[in-house]
């Protein structure tokens, strides 16, 4: 079993549509990362966590610790946030090491 | 503009060759971190270097080797390349190195080995 598991894999949205992409790991961790990776490949980090939740503009990432659960929010979706959104973990004190999930594949179709 | 800079962003080889990948990282940050993306892996985390020194290796291959430099440049020397090699190579940035900080990412360099 993979230590991070995102579904869904792949994600088609209408403009406008409240959209949810969920993360679930196995391990302990220090911190979780949201990534957004668009066509072309840069990649951009857009929240690390490691408690509660946080928001910034349209997007939202919360974390439950307990139920080793993370999830990213977008509201009012628009297709600029067509990109693969991607989960990575900080497992474990002290580490440096990040362990990624597969990524979401977003479209928003206008 | 993250303003980490990585060059090349296109690398084509041929099996068996050595090249050389650069990273600058942003302006004041200490710490930087190489990933490798394969459509088959996804990203895995190679290596990273703080103000100089190695502080963690991932699955970093014998083959590949880093290091950091005084102005804090780093380069990603990857050796007797193999087709399977061929992947998306990013190189990130954090101010102190520690596992709570954001990271910044270059934009890549795309190795193709033929």
């Known amino acids: 079993k993979n230590e991070v598991e995102q579904s869904p894999q792949n994600l088609t949205a209408q403009e406008g549509e409240f959209i949810t992409i969920n993360c679930s790991y196995s391990?302990?961790?220090?911190?979780l990362h949201w990534l957004q990776q668009h066509p072309g490949g840069g990649i951009v980090s857009l929240f690390m966590?490691?408690?509660g939740k946080k928001k910034h503009g349209r997007l939202i990432a919360t974390i439950n610790i307990q139920e080793k659960h993370s999830s990213l929010h977008i509201t009012a979706s628009h297709p600029r946030d067509s990109a693969v959104y991607i989960c990575a973990l900080n497992s474990g004190a002290g580490s440096y090491q990040l362990t990624f999930g597969k990524g979401t594949k977003l479209s928003v179709i206008p | 503009d993250s303003g980490v800079t990585q060059t090349p962003k296109h690398l084509i080889t041929a099996t068996g060759q050595r090249v050389t990948l650069r990273c600058s990282p942003r302006?004041?940050?200490?710490?930087v971190y190489w990933y490798q993306q394969s459509l088959d892996q996804g990203l895995q985390f190679l290596i990273q270097?703080?103000?100089?020194?190695?502080?963690a290796k991932g699955n970093i291959l014998e083959r590949f080797s880093a290091q950091q430099f005084p102005d804090l440049h780093s380069e990603l020397n990857l050796s007797s390349l193999e087709l399977g090699d061929s992947a998306l190579y990013f190189c990130?940035?954090?101010?102190?190195?520690?596992?709570?900080?954001?990271?910044?990412f270059g934009s890549g360099t795309q190795l193709s080995v033929l």
């Open positions: 391990v302990g961790i220090s911190a």
């Open positions: 302006s004041g940050d200490l710490s």
């Open positions: 990130a940035s954090s101010q102190s190195g520690l596992p709570y900080e954001k990271l910044f």
């Open positions: 270097y703080y103000n100089g020194e190695e502080r």
């Open positions: 966590l490691s408690s």
